[in-house]
């Protein structure tokens, strides 16, 4: 049988929800219907080696408009070797390479559009934003076709870039139960020797400012002005590091706040976690939701667009304004202090999160890229 050839396209494997989506479905799709290659853009500390059967290639230059130009030509070099039948870009870097490499018809396969975040509010926060905002308007599109995240991305790729919905399908963010196994047991064992003192809450992200771990850090500071017991880990790193732990010593919370780094593994974090807050701006189907979810951590979020597809307030979660410490504050002390609450939360979060696993998902991906491969 012919194999369904595949190009994916992203600017580098550095932590995140697009990148670990993408590992994900290299790593399950089935290697005896599809052929598949990886280009990576730029180098980083990154996911690569997750990447099973060494399908990535890596072209790296020095930043800039030369750079993308450069990687422009790269792609095309590739696409003339493999001649995929589809290719699929991740993120708006990559997305923005591939189309304009599709209307310069330096690729002739067709292309198919990952969109992990609602790009609109994705767009405001990005740097260059009034240079790409009008590049994504124009070149978006000319995708035959794209994955959304969740109903809220697709709502605004409708809404903000005029892309029809029966060109849009929606599959949320993977989760690997198989990979989570070990630390739900692990965390089924820190459990049953009860409760300590100290409440441990962590925030799991990049370190930007859509992520907003300076809310978290207010919250903490807040917390702590009533109780001793509050105690912060935010797992990740960027750009905003500087600037929150400038504001941990503003508020003299050394002690209670610790900044993790370098980690490829953060459901560890979560093992003997009281609670996981996430007081984004915007996301899209956030993994780390889900893996906290499926572990049993409680959930303290604000009201982002789409949260509701995940998070039923007071039933699986606790949902708060976004832009408010106190808020977040309050949502917080409400399950510290609450046990029947956070039993409830922790039960009914584990309930119907398998839905969401790789499993299932890769065969929603797979019907996607043989429609679209077959269609070339």
Known sequence: MKKNKLLFVIKSLGIGGVEDELVKIANNINPSEFELKIIVCKKSKDLRFKVKN??????????????????????????????????????????????????????????????????????????????????????????????ASSKAVAQDLSDSFKIKADKIKIVSSSINSK???????????????????????????????????????????????????????????????????????????????????????????????????????????PKILLEAMYMGVPIVTTDWPGVEEIIKHNKNGIIVRRGSSGRIARGIEQIIENPRLREKLTRNSQSGVDKYDIGRNIKTYQGIFKRLAKSF
């Open 54 to 147: 060494k399908k990535v290639v890596t072209f790296c230059r020095q930043k800039g408009i030369d750079s993308f130009f450069a990687e422009l030509v790269f792609v095309k070099k590739i696409s003339d070797n493999l001649k995929p039948d589809l290719v699929v870009s991740f993120g708006i870097y990559a997305s923005l390479l591939c189309l304009l490499a599709k209307i310069t018809r330096s690729i002739e396969a067709r292309v198919c559009v990952f969109v992990g975040g609602v790009l609109s509010d994705t767009l405001s926060y990005y740097p260059f934003s009034l240079i790409r905002r009008p590049l994504c308007e124009w070149l978006y599109p000319n995708a035959n076709y794209f994955i």
């Open 179 to 285: 990979e989570l196994a070990t630390f739900v047991q692990k965390r089924k064992n820190r459990l049953s020797k009860g409760a300590t003192k100290r409440a441990k809450i962590v925030f799991i992200g990049r370190l930007v400012s859509i992520k907003k771990a300076d809310l978290a850090i207010d919250a903490l500071a807040l917390l702590r002005e009533r109780s001793t017991h509050y105690y912060l880990y935010t797992v990740g790193n960027g750009p905003s590091l500087p600037e929150l732990r400038k504001k941990v010593h503003s508020y003299k919370i050394q002690d209670s706040v610790k900044f993790i780094t370098n980690t490829n593994n953060p459901w560890k974090h979560l093992v003997d976690a009281d609670i996981l807050v996430l007081p984004s701006d915007s996301e899209g189907s």
